[in-house]
Each structure stands twice: as structure tokens, then as C-alpha cells.
């Protein structure tokens, strides 16, 4: 019951935290908007009582894992293939030197022991992608280094884990085993890939299978495929916790069976278009809904971490110096391997090396310390300073960017003229509307829904509507097709005329042309389920 009650805690802070963001912030990254919400449910103890202690587990397998499976699907696998040698650079050759540099730097800052300073050294190598589009916002990202940063934080988490279980075990038995950690490094990453590409095409098989049914089972328009859907969404969760129970990386199959899957989507949507178009909405609420909860755990548990006063490393504040000797040794290590090794320019190197964010999986790998023979002191130093560093990850670039990178060009004239272009477009239909034979309910009702596409409906005609639909008698079949004809007709007029101001008078650029036209198309589907469930 807790889990179920801190799911539901967690989706309604994210719901929360995204109204905010788009009604009141909408300048500011909504992963900064979730950690303030985090941090106001952390300081509440009515609230922080809903939430559970984190599992780090948990969140990676049921949270993590599924935003990576979707990252991955956002990404070409060609672009992969054609980025194979600098993702392994990146994510070994870079990891490993991030570590080295960290772990040293600490150990000769701050005196810890070496196995403890590469214990905090391997969980600072993760990055995170979601995180780096909240230092990114409003501004542009170079081509080159926005790929870079994207393919890197897909693959460097399983770095990131071996190079951790490699100092735990340093830290408990007093050596290193090299040839055992590079043996561990091949089968978990190798391993990944392997088992993620297997199940994966096997998946993508068993979906084309069932899509292109002789039986009728999904393959027809006005199937919504729900065995398919269910299927998509058990899909991360079989990947991530069936690789983890076979002891190779989840991460990493979950992120090569996004890949995967990126191409099957490409090739199949028009098999069932319905199932496409859900599929694609879905894929856009769970981003949007996970991504919140990732930013609204840290808040939770950085603030719970800063409250707790059982969490110190006796009464010493040498976390803060380690928090920032983490931070500053992996941003000088980013920018010397890639300006050394990728020869990139110096610029160009920093906004890679800033861009290096640290977010929920670096949280989630401090708290699997716990879990091992780490002394409870040690695992606090750890927590503390972690919980620093993503801090700062995420706040001196958010500074920085705004001196390194262009700002976007925000084309106010183009808002002005979709705006204008939308009202002109609803007056054609309703002109369109006013000609056409009908009663004078069907009038009023498409008048209705088509100032509705514009937002100049009001609560209170919506209400009057709502009243008159739950008064009138049902709709007969002859009744159900002559509205459909009508709505055809007026969408058709609606997108005559913005071909004509598109292709004629060039008035509208390609993109609004498209958005404007796609808003036709949506409000055509609905209309057109309404015909077919009726």
C-alpha cells in the first residue's frame, strides 16, 4: 500500500510541477520546477510522510529505465553505428580518466583512502540526458556536442557501475582485481547489448506478428491494439530486470532495445495508424510524467538528506570539498580528453565538458553504498557530497551556458501570425458552415466545436452545451452521417484555405503551415472516432 500511495503522491506532485512550469515558469526548466516541489514535499511532514524512503532499485528498474528505453527510441540506431568508435571513447576511455583524475584529486585534497575516493570518483561518471535539457533550455546547443552528450549519457552508466562494484570491492578486500574488473566490464556491457538485441528483435518479431494477424487479431484501423500497447509498456521493465537477473547491464539492454525499436516504429506506422498515433501520445506523456518524478525524488531526497542529522561524516565538513573536487576534477578531465583526444576546439570543449550533467543515476549508485560493507560514516560522506555535486552539475552550467551559447530566437511575428492564421482559418469554416443546408442545432453545435479550436468557447457556453448534449435524445445513424459529412466538408475548406496562404499567397512559413494543418488533422480524427464508436 505505501508504494502504491507514494506513486500516486509522486504522479500528482508531477502533474503539479508541470501546470506550474507551463502556466507561470515557462522560461525555466520544468526538472528545476519538480526539485522545488521535491524540496516543498520534503519540508511538509504530511507530504514527505506520503512518500517511501528510496529504493534505488525501484527507481532505476520502474522510473530510470523506462526514459532511458524511450531515449533510446528517439535515437537512429544508424547514428549510433555511425558513432561507435567515439561512444567507446567516451564512455571507457573518458569514464575511466574521469575516475582517475576524481579519485586522485580527492585522495590528495582530502586524505580519504583511495578505495573510498574512487568510490566517490565511479559514481560521479554517470551523466544524465534528461538533466542536461534543463541547463540547455532557451538556448542552442551545438550540433556535434549536443550528439556527443546524448550518445555518451546513453551508454555510460554501465562504466559508471563497474568501475563502482571495482572500488567497493577495493574498499572491502584491499586490492584490486584488474583482470576480474575488466572481465566484469565486457560481460555486463557485451552482455547488455547482446540480451537487449535478442529480446529486443524478438519482441519487435512477436509485435509484427501479431500487428499483421491473419486472424484480425490487431490489423485493421479501428483496432486500438491494446495487447500491443501493453506489450510496448512491459517491454523496458522485461529488459531491465530480466538482463539485471542474468547480472549483464539493464541499462544497457534497455537503451540498445530502444534503438531497436526507433526503426520498427519508422516501418510500421502505417499498418495501423491508430496504434501508431497512441503509441507516439503515450511515449509523450510518460516522458514528460517520469522525467518530472526523476527531478521531484531528488528534490525529496536531497532535502531529506540536508535535514537528516543522523547523516554526517563526524560533524566534519569535508564533504563540501569533496563535493567540489568531484565536480571540478570530472569538468577539467571532460574538457582535457575531449580537446586532447577528439580535438575539439576550446569553446566547443567546455560546452561538452559543462554539459556533463549528473542527475538520477548518480543519486540512485550513491545509495546502492548502502547496500554493501561500506561503513555508515563512509556511506554519508558519500551521500552528502554526491548530492553536491549533482547541485552543481546542474547550477554552474545553468550560469555559464548563459555566456557560452546563442540564445533561441524566439519569432514573435510567427506567434502573431498562427494566431491570426488559425482565427481566419475558423472563420472560413464557420462561412463554410453558414452555407450548407442544415438545422439550426447542427449549426449551433459545429459553431461550437469549431471556436472551440481557438479557445473563444467559455466555461459557461461549455456548461450550456454540456447541458443541452445531456438532454438531447440520442443521435439516429442518419443523423450521426450527416454531421460527419459536415464536418468534412468545413475541415476541407479549413485546409483549402491554408494550402492556398501556404502554396499561393506564401504568407505561412513551411512549419506553421504544418503545425496548423496537423491541428485540422487531430480535431478531423476525433470527429471521425466519434462517427465509427457511434
Given at each position: ?30 526538472n ?55 561512444i ?32 566517490l ?9 534528461t538533466?542536461?535539457?534543463?541547463v ?46 575488466l ?6 556491457a ?59 547491464s ?9 534503438l ?30 517520469l ?29 563540501i ?102 482565427a ?53 445513424p442518419d ?7 459536415i ?48
Open positions: 500500500m505505501g508504494l502504491v500511495i507514494s506513486t500516486g503522491a509522486l504522479v500528482v506532485a508531477a502533474m503539479v510541477s508541470i501546470i506550474i512550469n507551463r502556466r507561470w515558469l515557462p522560461r525555466l526548466s520544468v528545476y520546477v519538480s526539485m522545488l516541489i521535491g524540496a516543498i514535499i520534503a519540508v511538509i511532514p504530511f507530504l514527505n510522510g506520503l512518500v517511501e524512503e528510496f529504493n534505488s532499485e525501484i527507481f532505476i528498474g520502474l522510473i530510470v529505465a523506462p526514459l532511458l528505453y524511450f531515449e533510446g527510441q528517439n535515437t537512429r540506431l544508424n547514428l549510433v553505428g555511425r558513432h561507435v568508435k567515439e567507446i571513447s567516451l564512455t571507457v576511455g573518458m569514464v575511466v580518466l574521469c575516475a582517475v583524475v576524481a579519485g586522485l584529486g580527492t585522495h590528495w585534497l582530502t586524505g580519504l583512502g583511495l578505495p573510498l575516493a574512487f568510490i570518483a565511479a559514481i560521479s561518471t554517470p551523466t544524465d540526458a538533466a542536461t535539457e534543463s540547455t533550455m532557451g538556448l542552442v546547443l551545438p550540433r556535434r556536442e549536443e550528439t556527443s552528450l546524448k550518445l555518451e549519457s546513453l551508454f555510460n552508466d554501465a562504466s559508471g557501475i563497474i568501475l563502482l562494484n571495482m572500488a567497493v570491492l577495493w574498499y572491502i578486500n584491499g586490492y584490486v582485481n584488474y583482470p576480474q574488473t572481465e566484469s566490464f565486457v560481460y555486463s557485451g552482455g547488455g547489448i547482446v540480451f537487449g538485441g535478442i529480446v529486443s528483435v524478438a519482441i519487435v518479431y512477436l509485435r509484427q506478428l501479431m500487428l499483421r494477424s491473419k486472424l484480425n487479431f490487431i490489423n485493421n484501423t479501428y483496432n486500438n491494439g491494446t495487447p500491443l500497447k501493453v506489450i510496448y509498456l512491459m517491454t523496458p521493465f522485461i529488459l531491465y530486470f530480466g538482463a539485471e537477473a542474468l547480472g549483464v539493464g541499462i544497457i539492454a534497455v537503451v540498445f532495445a530502444g531497436v525499436h526507433n526503426a520498427e516504429g519508422e516501418r510500421s506506422a502505417f499498418t495501423n495508424p491508430q496504434l501508431a498515433s497512441d503509441i507516439y501520445q503515450l511515449i509523450g506523456l510518460l516522458s514528460d510524467l522525467n518530472s518524478i526523476v527531478f521531484i525524488v531528488l528534490g525529496i531526497m536531497i532535502l531529506r538528506t540536508a535535514l537528516d542529522q543522523t547523516v554526517s561524516y563526524n560533524g566534519s565538513g569535508i564533504w570539498i569533496v563535493g567540489v573536487s568531484l565536480y571540478v576534477a570530472n569538468l577539467l578531465a571532460r574538457y582535457g580528453y575531449v580537446r586532447l583526444v577528439h580535438r575539439v576546439p576550446n569553446k566547443e570543449a567546455w560546452i561538452f565538458a559543462l554539459g556533463g550533467i549528473h542527475g538520477a543515476v548518480t543519486f540512485a549508485l550513491a545509495f546502492t553504498v548502502a547496500e554493501t560493507q561500506v561503513k555508515t560514516a563512509d556511506f554519508n560522506l558519500v551521500l552528502m557530497s554526491e548530492s553536491l555535486l549533482i547541485i552543481l552539475s546542474m547550477l554552474v552550467p545553468t550560469i555559464v551556458f548563459r555566456w557560452l551559447l546563442p540564445k533561441v530566437k524566439e519569432d514573435a511575428d510567427a506567434a502573431a501570425c498562427m494566431a491570426k492564421m488559425r481566419q482559418m475558423i472563420d472560413v469554416g464557420i462561412r463554410e458552415l453558414n452555407q450548407l443546408p442544415i438545422s439550426q442545432e447542427f449549426r449551433d453545435a459545429v459553431t461550437f466545436d469549431l471556436k472551440s479550436q481557438d479557445g473563444h468557447t467559455t466555461v459557461r457556453q461549455f456548461v450550456s452545451e454540456w447541458q443541452r448534449m445531456v438532454r438531447h435524445p440520442e443521435y439516429t443523423q450521426i452521417r450527416e454531421l460527419m459529412t464536418y468534412r466538408q468545413i475541415f476541407q475548406a479549413e485546409r483549402t484555405y491554408l494550402s492556398q496562404q501556404y502554396e499561393v499567397e506564401h504568407r505561412l512559413s513551411e512549419d506553421l503551415f504544418n503545425r496548423l494543418y496537423r491541428e485540422i488533422t487531430m480535431a478531423e480524427m476525433v470527429v471521425l472516432d466519434y462517427g465509427v464508436t457511434k
